[in-house]
């Protein structure tokens, strides 16, 4: 598990776009997977995006379409971009990596991660 600090959160209107960031504070390897997750206040962290080491790609239902997840391989920065947000985007933001070998699988893995493996995240407001 490689810890992650995230950026890039704020208040936009229902429709509008923002772009996350996400940098590692540790060493990434080769083969680590990245994800994005989010957390609504009183649910339960879920995963909505994640890139594989060989840039292979996978979203939740809800984002699909909507929301591109990237990875800058020189910088290692991890990005999601969202697109025509909704109320029910708003929630904490976090993203992870580690290695893995399927790309799905690490995602549901991860959500059983202790809460003193995730950064702080990155809040999103929608307005109507």
């Known amino acids: 598990q490689v810890p992650m600090v995230e950026s890039g959160g704020g208040s936009v209107q229902v429709g509008g776009s923002l772009r996350l960031s996400c940098t590692a504070s540790?060493?990434?390897?080769?083969?680590?997977?990245m994800g994005w997750f989010r957390q609504a206040p009183g649910q339960r962290r879920e995963e909505i995006a994640g890139?594989?080491?060989?840039?292979?790609?996978t979203y939740a239902g809800d984002v699909k379409g909507r929301f591109t997840i990237s990875k800058d391989n020189v910088t290692n920065i991890l990005y999601l971009q969202m697109n025509n947000l909704k109320p029910e985007d708003a929630a904490q933001y976090y993203c992870?990596?580690?290695?893995?070998?399927?790309?799905?699988?690490?995602?549901?893995?991860?959500?059983?991660?202790?809460?003193?493996?995730w950064g702080k995240g990155t809040l999103v407001t929608i307005s109507s």
């Open positions: 890139i594989d080491s060989h840039g292979a790609t």
């Open positions: 540790g060493f990434l390897r080769k083969g680590d997977c």
């Open positions: 992870a990596a580690d290695i893995c070998f399927n790309l799905q699988s690490w995602l549901r893995m991860a959500l059983n991660y202790g809460e003193d493996y």
